[in-house]
């Protein structure tokens, strides 16, 4: 059973929400540039580059959690999983707002680029 929380916690704490909202294009600028933005969306752009960038704080906790597990007891693993998933579902929520706000303020072909660009990757087989 242990195993099986740890896997699970390992799972959505390392593969979450902040991974979930990364762009298939590395490089916010790439996106800039394929939007085509027009001067009146420059705004909303800055707003969702600032909504959807923790600064790493996000990444520092889950290492911080990752480090303290193995010392802690069973209870308080747990109560630290849940913290960590809560925390994860609250950025992911920041971030979900932030593109559906910023995505308002695109035109049709926009929104298409930026579903193109800011699909996830499958791997190749």
Not at 107 to 116: A, E, G, L, M, S
Request: zero cysteines; a neutral charge.
């Amino acid at each position: 059973m242990r195993t099986v929380l740890i896997g699970l916690w390992l799972a959505l704490a390392l593969g979450g929400a902040a991974a979930a909202q990364q762009p298939a294009s590395s490089s916010p600028t790439k996106l800039h540039d394929d939007l085509r933005l027009t001067a009146g969306q420059e705004g909303a752009w800055q707003q969702y580059l600032k909504a959807i960038d923790d600064g790493g704080q996000m990444q520092a906790r889950r290492q911080a959690a990752e480090q303290l597990m193995p010392q802690i007891p069973t209870p308080r693993r747990l109560a630290l999983m849940d913290a960590t998933m809560a925390d994860e579902l609250a950025a992911f929520r920041r971030q979900r707002e932030a593109v559906e706000a910023f995505y308002s303020r695109l035109t049709p072909d926009q929104q298409r680029t930026f579903d193109r660009d800011t699909a996830p990757q499958t791997a190749a087989r």
